[in-house]
């Protein structure tokens, strides 16, 4: 990649509802969530021809929490179509929605950089490139328990008890995937590499 450029990946998948329970038929709840994520990868460049540039530009002297200034982030939107019928409240159509954004950085090194600097960002970046797959993992595995959980729902007497329960779902998996992301920030990922 050029220096200065920016890699903007866009990926769109829209999964399919769950399958038909074996008995026949779709869950209880007979929703049919669909599921939608879209995950763009962006980069931006580090300028630094030591070893101490390249640490200083990263900020990694700093903050020994901070894994290179890589981040990962999510936004999950939950669209629905509630009916009130035969005395009980059911979901007529559910959409989850999953945004992923990746930023890592990026370092062109200079003919002059020793190989063991090399090295050592190769190993670097491969530690906060994984590190950041762990939170989209936990992103993706939040949508997942988003969209089963709602098929398996069975409709409610009142449509505020549906309302409440959707919501329940979608707070109570978002919390744990924040939790799990706390985790792997703070136990879960060994330093970067000297």
Not at 157 to 175: G, H, M, N, P, Y
């Amino acid at each position: 990649m050029l220096p200065g450029a920016t890699l903007l990946l866009a990926l769109a998948v829209s999964l399919p509802p769950p399958a038909p329970s074996p008995a026949g038929g779709t869950d209880p709840g007979g929703i049919e969530p669909r599921l939608t994520i879209r995950e763009s990868l962006d980069s931006y460049v580090v300028s630094a021809a030591t070893e101490a540039q390249l640490r200083a530009r990263l900020k990694l002297d700093e903050d020994p929490g901070n894994h290179g200034r890589a981040l990962t982030e999510g936004r999950f939107v939950v669209t629905r179509s509630i009916v009130q019928r035969e005395g009980r409240c059911e979901v007529e159509d559910v959409t989850i929605e999953l945004d992923i954004h990746t930023t890592l950085p990026e370092w062109t090194p200079g003919e002059r950089v020793p190989a063991r600097l090399r090295d050592t960002w190769d190993r670097f970046l491969a530690f906060i490139t994984a590190h950041e797959e762990r939170h989209r993992r936990h992103l993706l595995d939040a949508a997942f328990a988003m969209r089963d959980r709602i098929a398996a729902m069975p409709p409610k007497a009142r449509c505020t008890q549906l309302e409440a329960a959707l919501k329940l779902i979608v707070d109570s998996e978002d919390r744990k995937r924040r939790f799990a992301d706390r985790m792997v920030d703070r136990r879960g990922t060994p330093g970067p590499p000297e």
